[in-house]
């Protein structure tokens, strides 16, 4: 296993925004984190990339082994030669990811003369070949760009080209195409699906979008208020969906014209890390709510791999 | 970019003309009269006349404005009313004074200010920041005057490193630049300080994070670039202040420079040189803020693009 991620808890200063997640993901396949906003899946990105002490954060119990290394073990300075070179980090947001005072060619190069030890020159081809392969037209030309120059899908495409640029293991997508428009969207996860088959990368992609993970993600992890809810491969669990709320979130799959992150499904809200209800999190949202669900509930191992965290997980057939 | 240098030294032009116009006319709106100062007690009319006549004072206004700027473009700035030498030749013997003082001052608040600035962002909230910002209150508290006398008493009088006073020689420059430069230096580590801590938080410098670079030259590289655009504006504007700024401290040092001609001059309603002294601030503020454009532009292409 690649990655095996194991009741991975955090803390910021007082509040506990990450309970207990454990999942794993492995080389040549497509994780899908999904969950409303809020829900915590940002900050499982930063813990995975050791980028949590920049916000404040830490891992304060469980462990994220990589690669038979306990990263939630290491200090920062033995943590740095496994960001960027041997897991990737996108971004959500590509408008302002990129430094702007500085040309998008030089931002791609420094990662293969960083990590691969290239110079100037070879790193710069690299690049360019990077460019092409990810559908850029102009490469060369794009590389002397500032990024205000390129529009949104272009910008990103150049976040993923520096992620692939020092040929990571692991690609930490966090919602990659939510700022961008829909064909666009469509274009950018088509190209991310290609290179994970292609190169054996692993990608853990997040998105509330759950038709995006549908179409391209092997197993899927559901995220609700800092707990995991649900997690198993995308066939099942689309078919049968074993906790209420993977349940509310397949059946209100964003439909065009929703405004993205909300649930029109699901009343109520995905509460604040300083309100996160006793008990099943989810139980004041939940339609299947009893007096059991006042106790957490366990992660329940699943016949068909995976697990479920619920008191009463459904059963019967979705449809 | 070439383009845009050439456009923006073009459009000093008419900005020149209007502050011509306002010193010109400044003279002639405040009260005191100088002829008053040139005639003897007693004289009588015919003798201010005379007088008047010989300096254009007696010309319709717009005659006295176009004769003065005509002389102005070819370096003739006129004659002091009170010493009756030329003007341009008081203004080249202290003008060297005050841009070599006000230079010198910018350096140091650059280099110290930038350097301290980076040190306090970098150990934001410790001992390291919390020693140099409190350094900069106070630094940027203490009235120049009285800075200066301190450092006259502590390393000319008593330590004996340095002339007291006077413009001779590379030591006697290094107090007054300490004085003017120690305030600039506190304000320049203020902004660089604040405008580093605000680049870090942005959302690109995360990302910088997690490509593996390191932390030194995420904040030298790419912070520091970031938080050096609001401390460049800082400086361009402050070019000007340095120049005509500087009359406590040159007064202090006994060093003729811009400030103290200017004072001088306008107590004795000396038109001329007065005319002379605001010119010379007012080219060095329009100056300061062209140089301010430029680098700017130079360094961020997001504002060469909207110049385009
Ligand atoms: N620096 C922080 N300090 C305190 N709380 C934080 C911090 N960052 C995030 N949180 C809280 O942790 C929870 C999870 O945040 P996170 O950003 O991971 O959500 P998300 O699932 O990525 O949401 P979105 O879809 O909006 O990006 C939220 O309740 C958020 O308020
Ligand atoms: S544990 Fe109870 S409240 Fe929580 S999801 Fe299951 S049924 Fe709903
Ligand atoms: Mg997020």
Redesign the pocket.
């Given at each position: 296993m690649l990655l095996s991620v194991e009741n991975l808890t955090v803390r910021?200063?007082k509040?506990e925004?990450l309970s207990g997640l454990s999942f794993t993901l492995d080389r040549g396949e497509i994780l899908g984190l999904v969950?409303e906003?809020?829900?915590?899946?940002?900050?499982?990105a930063m813990a995975v990339t050791g980028l949590l002490p920049l916000?404040?954060?830490r891992i304060s119990a469980g462990s994220v082994v990589f690669d038979g290394t306990d990263l939630a073990a290491l200090p920062e300075a033995r943590l740095r030669p496994y960001r960027g070179k041997r897991i990737a980090l996108v971004t959500?947001n590509p408008m302002t990811a990129l430094d702007p005072v500085q040309r998008v060619g030089d931002q791609v190069d420094i990662m293969a003369r960083l990590h691969l030890g290239m110079d100037a020159k070879a790193a710069r081809a690299r690049t360019v070949d990077l460019l092409n392969r990810l559908r850029i037209p102009e490469s060369r030309t794009v590389c002397d760009a500032y990024p205000h120059q390129l529009s949104g899908g272009m910008k990103q495409r150049i976040v993923i080209a520096m992620a692939l640029a020092a040929e990571p293991d692991l690609i930490v997508a966090d919602?990659p195409t939510t700022a961008l428009d829909v064909t666009v969207q469509a274009q950018i996860i088509h190209i991310l699906g290609e290179l994970v088959r292609e190169r054996g990368l692993a990608l853990m992609l997040i998105t509330?979008d759950m038709g995006v993970v549908a179409q391209v993600c092997d197993r899927v992890a559901v995220?609700y208020a800092?707990r995991l809810a649900e997690t198993r491969e995308a066939g099942p669990l689309f078919a049968r969906p074993r906790h209420p709320y993977t349940r509310a979130l397949i059946d209100c799959i964003p439909r065009e014209g929703m405004a993205p992150?909300s649930l029109t499904g699901i009343p109520g809200l995905v509460p604040?890390?300083a309100q996160y209800p006793a008990g099943c999190r989810f139980h004041p949202r939940c339609l299947h709510a009893d007096a059991a669900c006042q106790q957490v509930p366990e992660a329940r191992p699943q016949a068909d791999g995976g697990s479920v965290s619920c008191h009463h997980p459904m059963e019967a057939d979705h449809g | 970019m070439l383009d845009y240098i050439l456009r923006r030294v073009l459009l000093l032009v008419p900005v020149f003309l209007a502050v011509s116009v306002i010193i010109f006319l400044i003279l002639h709106l405040i009260p005191g009269d100088p002829v008053d100062n040139l005639l003897r007690v007693g004289s009588n009319a015919e003798a201010r006349a005379r007088i008047e006549a010989k300096y254009g004072l007696d010309r319709p206004l717009v005659v006295q404005y176009g004769i003065w700027l005509a002389n102005l473009v070819q370096g003739d700035l006129g004659s002091s009313i009170i010493t009756r030498r030329p003007v341009s030749t008081m203004i080249a013997q202290v003008l060297p004074n005050s841009l070599m003082l006000g230079g010198f001052a910018l350096l140091f608040s650059t280099i110290f200010g930038v350097i301290f600035g980076v040190i306090a962002a970098t150990w934001r909230d410790r001992w390291p920041d919390q020693m140099l910002m409190g350094g900069v209150l106070l630094g940027s508290t203490l009235p120049s005057f009285w800075l200066g006398l301190l450092l006259i008493l502590t390393f000319s009088v008593q330590l004996g490193w340095f002339p007291v006073s006077g413009a001779r020689g590379w030591e006697s420059l290094v107090l007054p630049v300490l004085t003017i430069g120690l305030g600039g230096m506190a304000l320049v580590a203020r902004v660089t300080r604040v405008a580093m801590v605000e680049a870090a938080g942005r959302d690109f410098v995360l990302l910088l994070h997690a490509k593996g670079l390191s932390p030194t030259h995420i904040r030298l590289r790419h912070v520091l670039r970031h938080a050096m655009i609001p401390v460049v504006t800082i400086l361009a504007l402050r070019i000007g202040w340095v120049l005509g700024g500087a009359v406590t401290v040159e007064y202090v040092f006994a060093r003729p420079g811009l400030g103290l001609t200017l004072i001088k001059a306008l107590a004795q309603h000396d038109y001329p040189v007065v005319q002379a002294c605001l010119l010379m601030l007012a080219i060095a503020v329009m100056l300061g803020t062209l140089l301010g454009d430029i680098l700017q532009a130079l360094m961020d292409p997001r504002v060469r693009s909207a110049l385009t």
């Open positions: 910021i200063g509040v925004p969950g906003s809020g829900s915590g899946k940002s900050l499982t916000i404040g954060g959500q919602e509330h995220l800092g992150g604040s890390v | -």
